[in-house]
Each structure stands twice: as C-alpha cells, then as structure tokens.
C-alpha cells in the first residue's frame, strides 16, 4: 500500500486526486496539505509543514508555486519524493526544484495528460517540416486560470524550439553554496554572444557588480583558452574540476557538478583567471 499526501487537497484537482486515490485498493490517503483549513475530512489536513505527524511515501503537489515550494521543504527534509503539477513557476522556482531533484526523486509535467504527451510528439515532428512557416499558440483559458500563457502552452513552444534547432543553450543557472541564484546565462546554440544576468553583487566572494564582471570573464576565458596545464585540477580540493584532452588533443576545461561545493576558491585562485594567460601575457 502507498501511503500519499495531498498537496492543496481543497483545490479543484486536489479533490479529484484525492477522490481517485480513495477509490483505489493500492493506495492509502495518509493526508492533506492546503491552507486556511475549513470543514472536517476523513484525512488530517494541515496548514504547516511543521504540524505534519504523518511521512507519507509520496507527495502529489497540485496547488500553487508558493505552496509547491513550501511543500518541496518538508519533501527534502524528510526525504519523501514528489510529483510535481502545479504550473506557473518562475526560472528561479525552477531551479529550486532542479536543485531540490538532486536529493529526492521528482516527477514534473506541466500537463499530465497523455494526450498532451502525443501532442508534444507530433509538434516536435511537425514544426521541421513546415520550413519557413510562422508558428504561434493560441490557447483559451477559463476564468479562474491563474498563469498564462500556461505551463502547457511553454511546453509545446519549448518542444517546437527544441526541435527546430531553436533551444536557448541557456537559462544555464549559477547557484550559491546555498541555493540560491546567483547568474544566469542566456544563449543559443550557433551564436557568439552569451547575455549573463548577476542576481547577487556578491557572487564568488565579490564586493561589486565589477568584480563580478572579470570573475566571469576570467572563468569564461578557462572555457575558452585552457592549455591543460593542470593548475585548475589542484586548485580544487574537492576533485571537481576536470581537464580534459580528447584523441586530438583538443583541451577542455570542465567542473563536474556533483563534486562542485560552490566555495568559489577556483575563481579567486589566479588573478587573470589562468595561470597559463597569465604567463603568456607577461611573454608578449
Ligand atoms: N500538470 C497537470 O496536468 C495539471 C492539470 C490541471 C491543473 N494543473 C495545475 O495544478 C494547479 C492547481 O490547479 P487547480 O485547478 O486545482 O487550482 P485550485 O485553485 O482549485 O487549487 C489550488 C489549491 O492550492 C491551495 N493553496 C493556495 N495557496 C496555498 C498555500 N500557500 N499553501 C497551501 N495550499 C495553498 C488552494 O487553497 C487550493 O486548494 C495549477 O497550477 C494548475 O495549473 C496541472
Ligand atoms: S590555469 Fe588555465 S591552462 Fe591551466 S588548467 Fe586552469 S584554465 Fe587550463
Ligand atoms: S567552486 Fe570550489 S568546489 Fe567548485 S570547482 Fe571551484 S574550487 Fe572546486
């Protein structure tokens, strides 16, 4: 028997799922998050994570991004995994959740029905085809949606952009020791340029919007001109950085995200970013 808890249990779709969970033998409904709690159900139901006695083995989350972050709390802390329905997230949110899916399984769709999932397909496979055709969602809401466009209609468009060759390389999110966000970086495949967005003026243990300006340009410039000297690797205590030389000898530097602790150690390590730039700047 799985044991589920129902994240906004009053909603219009929270009450569906619960409904179909009661009518299932395979599952049990353990309980209920939502707020401003009213009426009496056969279920707990709380307005706190730090009420919740129970520890279901799933969450199903169909409420607001709000309380879908709330929720993904109580979901990490106590190692319970969660599907995602909700829609509406911000690219921040977003990332929370990435970062949340590194420590606990999740499942997300903006739309979990099959038929979209067919629907997804078949645009994917069309948009090539129709070669220099404009493309353009429209789509009818009802009066109470809250986000649009809504998930499902960025869905598509991303397949669409995706399958044409269009996907943005980015929205590549730097985050904090802590999470939080820190730059974002914006580009497309086959472009020269990277727009690079700062959240935080303290980034890498910087104390203005310059200094973290030649910290990127001094990271950007390792991507662009390692010579695999091997300085980078041992600047690492925690074995994250990899330089890398394929077959033709082609050098790549690389950090490897799980290993990475975000201490910020590799940036401030060599004044110009590489030791090796250095080097031959002072030759010239
Ligand atoms: N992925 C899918 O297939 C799919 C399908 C339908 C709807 N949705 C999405 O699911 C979400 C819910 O849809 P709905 O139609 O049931 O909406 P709804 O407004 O009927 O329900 C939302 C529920 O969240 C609760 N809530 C709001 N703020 C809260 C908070 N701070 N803490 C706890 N609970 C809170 C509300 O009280 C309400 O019960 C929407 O984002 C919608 O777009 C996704
Ligand atoms: S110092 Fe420069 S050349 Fe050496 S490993 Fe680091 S990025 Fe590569
Ligand atoms: S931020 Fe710290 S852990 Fe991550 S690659 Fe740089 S030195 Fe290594």
């Not at 409904?29 to 056969?42: P, Q, R, V």
């Not at 709380?46 to 709000?66: G, L, Q, T």
């Not at 044409?164 to 730059?183: A, F, I, M, W």
């Not at 727009?195 to 910087?206: D, Y």
Request: glycine residues 8%; hydrophobic residues 35%; aromatic residues 6%.
């Amino acid at each position: 028997m799985l044991e589920v808890m129902v994240n906004g249990c009053y909603g219009k779709m929270g009450q569906i799922v619960c409904d179909l969970i009661e009518q299932n033998e395979n599952l049990v409904l353990k309980c209920g998050f939502d707020k401003n709690i009213t009426g009496e159900f056969a279920f707990p139901v709380y307005d706190k994570i730090e009420n919740i006695v129970e520890k279901p083995d799933v969450i199903i989350d169909f409420s607001i991004p709000v309380a879908t972050l709330t929720i993904l709390q109580y979901a990490v802390s106590n190692h319970v995994p969660i599907v995602i329905a909700t829609t509406g997230f911000t690219n921040e949110e977003e990332l929370i959740i990435k970062e949340a899916s590194k420590k606990i399984p999740i499942f997300k769709s903006a739309n979990m029905s099959y038929d979209i999932m067919i629907m997804k397909k078949l645009v994917q496979w069309l948009a090539p085809l129709l070669k220099n055709t404009d493309i353009e969602i429209t789509e009818t809401h009802h009066n109470r949606k809250i986000d649009s466009p809504s998930g499902t209609a960025q869905m598509l468009a991303d397949s669409i952009n995706k399958s044409l060759g269009n996907e943005r390389l980015g929205e590549v999110y730097v985050v904090g020791k802590d999470g939080t966000l820190q730059l974002k970086l914006q580009g497309k495949i086959g472009q020269t340029t990277l727009k690079v967005s700062v959240f935080n003026k303290n980034a890498a243990h910087s104390n203005s919007l310059k200094s973290v300006e030649d910290k990127i340009k001094n990271q950007i410039t390792k991507y662009q001109m390692c010579m695999g000297c091997l300085g980078c690797e041992s600047a690492c205590r925690f074995g994250a950085i990899e330089i890398v030389t394929d077959r033709s000898g082609l050098v790549s530097y690389k950090i490897n995200d799980d290993k990475c602790v975000r201490c910020g150690h590799c940036i401030t390590h060599y004044d110009g970013g590489c030791y090796m730039r250095k080097v031959m700047c002072i030759k010239r």
